[in-house]
């Protein structure tokens, strides 16, 4: 079956833009994650939904950052007024629900530059 | 931020050798898991070791966990260049709600053929 799937996979964009990155998770997988690892670094979480509500919006860095998944299922990773600093790759990982010990299954990231 | 850190940071070995890579954490945990990246892009789930277990072995993989040093070892037997990848520890939080990983800095494998 189909995996995790992102869009764009790279995005590059001019300082002070706003960009929306997309992942539809694995059909049927009810959280979905939000990661973002910079060169070098490992991934360090950003946000997880259960169904459709933020369960825990607590890695989001500021205010210019924001996630929806409105139907529970595609989820858009919004970015305002971008800066060099948030270029990165930027990970989303579904998993079938929110149980302990289950892995998380990840899609290949968009690569977000910002110039 | 970090929770955990690795080491090596970069291990170079051949092919045929064990590779032995290290994880400390901070914080309690549920359990422990390992992933495997390639190239810089998506992560994939090698093993899952819960609290509550010492040793987990899957193929050629055998992972340990010592919960009072708050340390993890990953071993990978008889490596092939094909496991070239960055490897990650992450772990999940002893937590009562939410399921997000922590993620270590990650171990570089180079595996000369």
């Known amino acids: 079956g189909a995996g995790v799937s992102q869009t764009p996979s790279n995005k590059v964009t001019e300082k002070g833009k706003y960009v929306e990155l997309r992942c539809d998770p694995i059909s049927g997988h009810t959280a979905l994650y939000w990661y973002r690892q910079s060169l070098g670094q490992g991934p360090e979480f950003l946000i997880y939904f259960q169904g459709t509500g933020a369960a825990d919006d607590s890695g989001l860095p500021n205010d210019r950052f924001f996630a929806v998944r409105p139907e529970g299922s595609v989820s858009t990773l919004k970015i305002q007024r971008t800066e060099r600093g948030d270029s990165a790759v930027y990970l989303c990982?579904?998993?079938?629900?929110?149980?302990?010990?289950?892995?998380?299954?990840f899609g290949p990231g968009t690569r977000l530059t910002v110039l | 931020s970090q929770q955990g850190e690795e080491d090596p940071q970069a291990l170079s070995i051949q092919e045929g050798e064990n590779a032995t890579m290290n994880c400390s954490y901070k914080t309690s945990i549920n359990n422990l898991q390992w992933y495997r990246q390639n190239s810089g892009r998506g992560l994939v789930h090698l093993i899952l070791i819960r609290s509550n277990e010492r040793e987990k072995h899957s193929g050629r993989l055998r992972v340990t966990l010592d919960t009072s040093k708050k340390s993890s070892s990953l071993l990978i037997t008889a490596s092939r260049a094909a496991d070239t990848a960055s490897y990650f520890c992450a772990t999940d939080p002893d937590r009562a709600s939410g399921s997000r990983l922590t993620f270590g800095e990650g171990t570089q494998l180079t595996v000369n053929p």
């Open positions: 990982a579904s998993s079938p629900q929110n149980q302990r010990g289950n892995e998380q299954f």
